[in-house]
């Protein structure tokens, strides 16, 4: 009994592990493409929303399934660093591919820019790879926010609440330090941000 009471998960971890798998990247952006795609431009942009989301979350979701699959991937949120350097750039091509797609077909502008937005933060986060395990989760929840404000309007900076309680998650589960969320906060806020309003 003593041994099942140490080794269960306490409530704080649960928590933890709740946060991380819900607002992980893939379902960040699941909502925040048609988010921003119906606001702006209505159906048609819920439509162009659909298949940047195909491009930037679902087909990286598979690239990560299939890596579990082979064991060359140990976990969804790809825990491990090395193989990170591995998929980031699987996922950096998908992206880029749904963006030179949405300019040919002149895509909403403000869908382009936020597929552009993705591509760009992941730059930083792939060459910081190679040396610190920078976290995703925070850079996503960060960059997805500033662009909503940007896009939207200042009231949408609300969500930023959600940053850090991301980032507590990742730390509480050990997956990150606190200076690993940090800087995948500005990481992703400075790099998506800054692109999406050039690029609008």
Known sequence: MTTEATTAPSS????????????EPKNVIIALLPLLG????GWQGI???????????????????????KGTVEDRHVGHRQ???????LIMGSVLLSFAVMIRLDAPADLTALVLAMF???????????????????????GAVVCLAIALGPLWLLLSLLVPLVGWSRVVLRDHTVAQTVVGTVVGALTAGLTFWAAR
Do not use: N, Q
Not at 55 to 62: G, I, R, W
Not at 83 to 89: A, E, K, S, Y
């Open 47 to 69: 439509g162009w929303a659909a298949f940047a989301a195909l491009f930037a979350a679902v087909v990286p979701t598979l690239f990560i399934r299939r890596g579990m699959r």
């Open 120 to 142: 760009a933060s992941l730059i930083p986060i792939l060459v910081i790879t190679v040396c610190w395990k920078v976290s995703v989760h925070t850079a996503v929840t960060a």
């Open 83 to 89: 193989r990170r350097l591995t998929i980031l750039p």
């Open 12 to 23: 704080r971890t649960i928590w933890a592990r709740r946060i991380t798998d819900g607002v």
């Open 38 to 41: 119906g606001l702006r431009y």
